[in-house]
C-alpha cells in the first residue's frame, strides 16, 4: 500500500481562478490598462551553431539568459529565421482546441512582415522558469500577449532592415519590408530574410520604445482566415493528443476511486484481480488529501488498456465512506425552496434602496430560476503517460496548465520541479477540466509504484462521475418599472453553496460583485446571496460563472420587458443608456457604447421585428465576459409536442482586432452549439453523493442534426483584442429561452430545457 502526504501549500481553485480570471476585474485594472511589453534587457540574440541565423528570443519575465546553440532553444517565446529561408516561431501556451497555435504565431508573424508560407510553428517546451505562467483560460491568451508578440517581431524586422542597410550601404529610413523580404524603395533591390539573418544576429537589439508598430490599417496577415497549422496533422491522425502518446516498454493503467467524494478503500479482491490476463500490478494508493491531486483508489496496471479496462470491471471494493460525501440534489432543491422568499444571508453588494424602490414601483416582477450542474464531457477522456526514473519523471499529458501540472507531480511525489519534465500535448477538448491535473498526478504515482512507464486512461464513466462540475444554482429576483416601463430596482438573492459554510464553491457568485449586471446601470440594486453545503467537486466550465448568470440575468430583463409592453431591443437599449466605461473602468471592461452596437448589429442581421409564423420566434440576449462584448438572436420554432428547432443563431461580437478570422468564426460557432447542447438535456445529479449520471446515454450530446446555422458578425475595433473561446457562450441559453417565450408564450426557469419538458 502507497501512503502520499498532503502538502501545506496544495492549490485550490482560487489559485486556478488568478491565473484565468476575466480582465474585467478591479485587481486586473493595472494590467488591462498597461499590458505586457517586454524590455530591452529582456531580449536574447544568438547566432547558433552549424549555421543557425538569427535566433531571435524574448522572455516576457525580462530574465536574460543562456540559450542553447542547436534547433531548439527553450525560450518564453521565440524566433529563429534559418539559412534555408524558413522561420520558426515557438507557441508557449496549449492548444485545446481554441486555435491560439496559429493565432499567436500570426501576431508575431504580421509584424516581421514575414510570408505566412514560410512560417512553421512549434510547440514549446514547458518551463517556468523561462516562460512564466503557461496555460489556457479564461480566453486571456491573446490579451495577455498583444503586445509581446507584437514588438518582438517588430524587433527581428528592424534588425533585419538594419542588416540589409547595412550591405547595401544605404540608410536604413529608404528600406521596408515585405513577405520575407527586405526591399530598398528607391532601386528595388530584395534581398530574403534568410541571407541577412547572419549580419541581423551581430547587430545589437533596438531598444523596445524606439519601435513602430503597424496601424491596424496596414495589417495584412491579421484579420484574414488561416487554417490552423495543426489542420492537416489532425485530420490525417497524427499522433498530436494526449492519448496517442506511447514509450518504449509502456504498461497500461486504470485507477478506481470511491464513488462519493471523500471515501477510501477499505478493502479490494486485489488477489483475484492480478490473476487476470494481463494484469501485472494492483495495488491501493492512499492519496495525498487534496481532491485536485491524488484521491484514494485502486490502480490496475496490465500489458493493454484493453485488458486493464476488464480487470476494472472485474474489480470489488469495499469503500470506507465515514467522511464521504452524502450530497443530495433532491435535498438541495428542496433547502433553495425554502430559502428563495427569504432574505439573503449576506448582502455581496447594495446601492440604494432595493426594497423600497420596489415598493414603490409601477409594476414589480418576481422570478425563480434554476440550473443544474454540468460535467465538462471531454470526448478525449483524461489521460497521462508517466515515466518515472531515479527520481525524475517524464510526462506526455494533454493539460490546459502544464505549468500548475510540473507543480502538483513535484508536490505531490516529493521531488523537485525541475526533476519533473512535462511534454504540452494538443488537448481533445478542455472547456476548464483539464486546469486540474489529478490525471496526471495519478499516473505519476502508479508510474513511482511499478518502477516503469505508463499510461492511464479514464473510462468514460471515470470522467463523468470524477469531474469538476460547473456549480448548480438558484436566483431568486424581483424588479421594479416605472410607468414609462423603464428598469428601477433591482434584486438578485443567489442561492449557490459552499464547502465550509463561509465562501461560495467555484463560479457560484461573481468574484467582483459590485460589478455584476445590471448593478452599475440601476440606481437601487442589490445582490445577496445564501450558502448551501455541498462536497461534491466543483469547477470551471467554459465562461465561468458567466455561462449561468447570464441565462438567469437576461432571461429576467426579457420577463421585465415584456412585462412593460416593451420591445426587447429597445428596453436593452434604454438599460445600457448613454455609451461610457463602467468601473473598473478598464479598456478590458463593459462599455456600454459597444453593447448597444453590437446589441443593434445582432438584432439586424438577424432581422429583428419581421413577422414570423406561428409557433416560431426570436429571442435577443446580450452579455459581457472575458472582456468580450457578445450579443445574440435566436430564431427558434416549437411544435405541438414541444420539440425545440433552433433554426439560426446570429452573433454580434467586439473583441477588438480579429486575429485570425477563421479561428474566430470557429470558436463562436462552437461556443454557440457547446452551449445549445448543454442547456438541452445535460444536468448532473446526485444522492447519497454518488452521480447519477455515468455516460452519454444518461449525459446527452446535442447530435449534428440538431446545430443551428451560425451567423457570426465582428466589429473590428480598435480596443485591446481579447479571446473568442468563451464570451461566445454565455448569451446563447437566455437567447434561446427568450426564443421559446416569443413563440410559446411560456417561460423557461429551469435549465436544461428538458426539465421542463422541452426537447432540442
Excluded at 315 to 331: H, I, N, P, R
Excluded at 410 to 432: K, Y
Amino acid at each position: 500500500m502507497i501512503r502520499q502526504t498532503a502538502a501545506d501549500t496544495a492549490p485550490t481553485f482560487d489559485a486556478l481562478l488568478d491565473e484565468i480570471e476575466p480582465l474585467t476585474s478591479a485587481d486586473e485594472g493595472a494590467e488591462a490598462q498597461a499590458p505586457m511589453h517586454i524590455g530591452r534587457r529582456s531580449f536574447l540574440k544568438v547566432t547558433g551553431a552549424a549555421g543557425m541565423g538569427l535566433m531571435l528570443a524574448f522572455n516576457t519575465g525580462g530574465k536574460v539568459k543562456a540559450a542553447a546553440s542547436g534547433s531548439e532553444t527553450a525560450l518564453n517565446a521565440y524566433i529563429r529565421i534559418s539559412p534555408d529561408g524558413g522561420i520558426y516561431i515557438y507557441s508557449k501556451n496549449p492548444e485545446i482546441g481554441q486555435g491560439i497555435k496559429t493565432a499567436m504565431p500570426m501576431i508575431v508573424a504580421e509584424e516581421l512582415d514575414a510570408d505566412w508560407a514560410d512560417v512553421t510553428v512549434e510547440q514549446s517546451p514547458v518551463d517556468a522558469s523561462l516562460f512564466g505562467q503557461q496555460g489556457a483560460g479564461g480566453s486571456r491568451s491573446i490579451a495577455r500577449n498583444w503586445n509581446t508578440m507584437r514588438e518582438a517581431g517588430a524587433a527581428a524586422r528592424h534588425m533585419l532592415v538594419e542588416a540589409a542597410a547595412s550591405e547595401w550601404r544605404v540608410p536604413a529610413a529608404e528600406c521596408r519590408t515585405e513577405k520575407s523580404f527586405v526591399v530598398h524603395a528607391r532601386t528595388g533591390r530584395r534581398t530574403a530574410y534568410s541571407a541577412l539573418a547572419e549580419k541581423a544576429a551581430s547587430l545589437p537589439v533596438p531598444p523596445i520604445r524606439s519601435l513602430t508598430l503597424k496601424d491596424r490599417k496596414d495589417f495584412s496577415l491579421i484579420g484574414a482566415r488561416k487554417g490552423g497549422v495543426d489542420n492537416l496533422a489532425v485530420v490525417t491522425g497524427k499522433p498530436l493528443f494526449g492519448i496517442d502518446q506511447a514509450v518504449p516498454g509502456m504498461l497500461f493503467a486504470v485507477y478506481q476511486k470511491c464513488p462519493a467524494v471523500g471515501g477510501s478503500v477499505r478493502h479490494a479482491n486485489l488477489d483475484e484481480i492480478l490473476a487476470l490476463p494481463g494484469v501485472k500490478h494492483a495495488f491501493v494508493l492512499d492519496g495525498n488529501g487534496n481532491d485536485m491531486e491524488l484521491m484514494p483508489g485502486v490502480a490496475i496496471v496490465a500489458t493493454s488498456t484493453w485488458a486493464a479496462f476488464q480487470a476494472k470491471e472485474r474489480l470489488q471494493v469495499e469503500w470506507d465512506e465515514t467522511e464521504a460525501s452524502k450530497d443530495s440534489w433532491s435535498a438541495l432543491q428542496q433547502a433553495a425552496q425554502d430559502l428563495k422568499d427569504k432574505p439573503g444571508e449576506r448582502v455581496l453588494h447594495e446601492t440604494g434602496d432595493a426594497d423600497a424602490a420596489n415598493a414603490n414601483a409601477a409594476m414589480s416582477v418576481d422570478a425563480f430560476y434554476t440550473y443544474h450542474f454540468a460535467a465538462h464531457a471531454n470526448l478525449e477522456p483524461q489521460n497521462c503517460t508517466a515515466w518515472y526514473k531515479d527520481d525524475t519523471v517524464e510526462l506526455w499529458v494533454p493539460t490546459q496548465s502544464p505549468t500548475r501540472g510540473v507543480t502538483a507531480v513535484a508536490r505531490l511525489l516529493g521531488i523537485a520541479e525541475d526533476a519533473v519534465s512535462l511534454h504540452q500535448t494538443r488537448v481533445g477538448g478542455g472547456f476548464g477540466r483539464r486546469l486540474v491535473n489529478d490525471y496526471a498526478c495519478e499516473a505519476a504515482a502508479i508510474s513511482r509504484a511499478i518502477k516503469a512507464p505508463v499510461k492511464l486512461t479514464w473510462t468514460r464513466e471515470d470522467d463523468m462521475q470524477h469531474d469538476f462540475y460547473r456549480t448548480a444554482g438558484f436566483h431568486a429576483f424581483t424588479g421594479g418599472l416605472d410607468t414609462d416601463g423603464k428598469l428601477t430596482a433591482w434584486q438578485d438573492h443567489v442561492i449557490t453553496f459552499s464547502n465550509d459554510g463561509e465562501k461560495a464553491v467555484i463560479a457560484g457568485v461573481p468574484r467582483q460583485p459590485q460589478h455584476e449586471f445590471p448593478a452599475h446601470l440601476v440606481d437601487d440594486f442589490r445582490l445577496s446571496q445564501s450558502l448551501l453545503p455541498l462536497r461534491t467537486r466543483c469547477g470551471l466550465l467554459r465562461a465561468p460563472g458567466s455561462n449561468t448568470r447570464a441565462w438567469a440575468i437576461q432571461s429576467f430583463l426579457h420577463e421585465l420587458s415584456n412585462a412593460a409592453g416593451r420591445d426587447h431591443l429597445e428596453f436593452l437599449l434604454d438599460v445600457m443608456g448613454e455609451p461610457r466605461w463602467l468601473p473598473p473602468q478598464t479598456p478590458y471592461g463593459l462599455n456600454t457604447g459597444r453593447a448597444a452596437d453590437v446589441i443593434r448589429l445582432a438584432a439586424e442581421k438577424a432581422g429583428w421585428g419581421k413577422v414570423l409564423p406561428a409557433g416560431r420566434g426570436r429571442g435577443l440576449a446580450f452579455h459581457f465576459s472575458h472582456a468580450g462584448h457578445f450579443a445574440e438572436v435566436a430564431e427558434v420554432s416549437v411544435d405541438e409536442t414541444r420539440q425545440v428547432t433552433v433554426h439560426r443563431v446570429t452573433v454580434a461580437a467586439d473583441i477588438g482586432p480579429v486575429i485570425n478570422l477563421s479561428g474566430a468564426e470557429n470558436q463562436v460557432q462552437g461556443s454557440v452549439v457547446d452551449g445549445l447542447s448543454v442547456m438541452a438535456e445535460q444536468e448532473i445529479t446526485m444522492e447519497q453523493g454518488r452521480v447519477e449520471q455515468a455516460n452519454f446515454d444518461t449525459y446527452p450530446l446535442l447530435r449534428m442534426e440538431s446545430a443551428p446555422i451560425v451567423d457570426v458578425h465582428f466589429i473590428q475595433s480598435d480596443n485591446p483584442p481579447t479571446g473568442a473561446g468563451e464570451p461566445a457562450l454565455p448569451p446563447l441559453a437566455p437567447a434561446v429561452c427568450n426564443a421559446i417565450f416569443a413563440a410559446t408564450g411560456h417561460r423557461v426557469r429551469t435549465l436544461p430545457l428538458s426539465k421542463e419538458g422541452f426537447f432540442v
